[in-house]
């Protein structure tokens, strides 16, 4: 069964502008898809069809499995999980406890139930500690995590992130990365213009310009300049580097995106170890 499946998926705005149209996508469960193109390109508008917050204008919209029509679309909300791309539009309770314990507390849990739920939720998300503190009084990065630990604590198999290394510092987007990457079991989409943090944590890639322009894993895209232009996408400096570097060596084999991989070539190269 796939997480997500849409046919035929368009979308347009009360003002008339068609911000999407003719999406077919299938997303398998545990799938981690990286969501990437220019500004405007509608990615925003894609994550909250899948989320069922939006419902598609034309198309159909399945969620685990189940067509999303507007009668089950509450329903299928509480299998996917929003961050949104501003944390103050999701975090708002005086004390972090309370913010993350809000989404349980309406599903009407037992009280430790809640309890269990929040500790998870906030020790994954690497907020332990912070119960008492007050969500405007912290950085971006933190306020970021509550928000994360908030999405967690309902437990949802399927988890859309709006680009969420936007506006955070160097450590804050390590932060976030340790935060996401041990949650293997979730299904996730993450729109991002950040290949580096995409290629971490993903291994598809889904290029978006208000239709689909390119499906696939991260070394058919690095061989695609055409599309990385189109969606006004950059390499990162390493995959850069190790494409100049191989050109001018004359060296073959897989265009190395992550640090990793780029020393394991390096090292291979020289047999130094
Ligand atoms: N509420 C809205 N009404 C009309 N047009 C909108 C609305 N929200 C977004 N759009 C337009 O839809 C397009 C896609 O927006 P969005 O999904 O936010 O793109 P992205 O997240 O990729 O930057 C843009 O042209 C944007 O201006
Ligand atoms: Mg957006």
């Known amino acids: 069964m796939d997480a997500i499946g849409l046919s035929g998926v368009g979308y347009t705005y009360e003002d008339g502008h068609r911000a999407l149209r003719g999406i077919?996508?299938?997303?398998?469960?545990?799938?981690?898809?990286?969501?990437?193109?220019?500004?405007?390109?509608?990615?925003?508008?894609?994550?909250?069809?899948?989320?069922?917050?939006?419902?598609?204008?034309?198309?159909?919209?399945?969620?685990?499995?189940?067509?999303?029509?507007?009668?089950?679309?509450?329903?299928?909300?509480?299998?996917?999980?929003?961050?949104?791309?501003?944390?103050?539009?999701?975090?708002?309770?005086?004390?972090?406890?309370?913010?993350?314990?809000?989404?349980?507390?309406?599903?009407?849990?037992?009280?430790?139930?809640?309890?269990?739920?929040?500790?998870?939720?906030?020790?994954?998300?690497?907020?332990?500690?912070?119960?008492?503190?007050?969500?405007?009084?912290?950085?971006?990065?933190?306020?970021?995590?509550?928000?994360?630990?908030?999405?967690?604590?309902?437990?949802?198999?399927?988890?859309?992130?709006?680009?969420?290394?936007?506006?955070?510092?160097p450590q804050g987007r390590r932060d976030l990365v340790n935060v996401l990457m041990p949650l293997r079991d979730k299904t996730m989409v993450i729109a991002t213009h950040d290949l580096s943090v995409a290629f971490e944590l993903t291994d598809r890639v889904i290029v978006l310009k208000r239709t689909v322009l390119y499906d696939g894993d991260f070394r058919g895209l690095v061989e695609r300049p055409e599309i990385l232009a189109e969606a006004r996408l950059e390499l990162p400096s390493v995959p850069r580097l190790m494409e100049r570097w191989m050109e001018r060596t004359g060296r073959k084999g897989p265009l190395p995106l992550t640090i990793d991989e780029a020393l394991d070539m390096l090292d291979g190269d020289d047999g130094r170890r």
């Open 24 to 169: 077919d996508l299938q997303i398998k469960k545990g799938e981690k898809v990286a969501l990437v193109g220019p500004n405007g390109a509608g990615k925003s508008t894609l994550l909250h069809i899948m989320s069922a917050l939006y419902m598609p204008t034309e198309g159909e919209l399945e969620i685990m499995g189940e067509k999303v029509t507007r009668k089950v679309a509450e329903k299928a909300r509480l299998s996917v999980g929003f961050l949104f791309q501003d944390p103050d539009d999701q975090v708002f309770m005086p004390r972090v406890w309370d913010d993350v314990a809000f989404g349980p507390n309406n599903l009407k849990l037992s009280a430790d139930e809640v309890k269990r739920r929040v500790e998870e939720a906030m020790e994954a998300a690497g907020i332990k500690g912070y119960e008492d503190r007050a969500p405007h009084h912290l950085s971006f990065g933190e306020k970021k995590r509550v928000a994360i630990a908030g999405v967690l604590a309902m437990r949802p198999p399927i988890l859309l992130l709006d680009e969420p290394t936007a506006n955070l510092d």
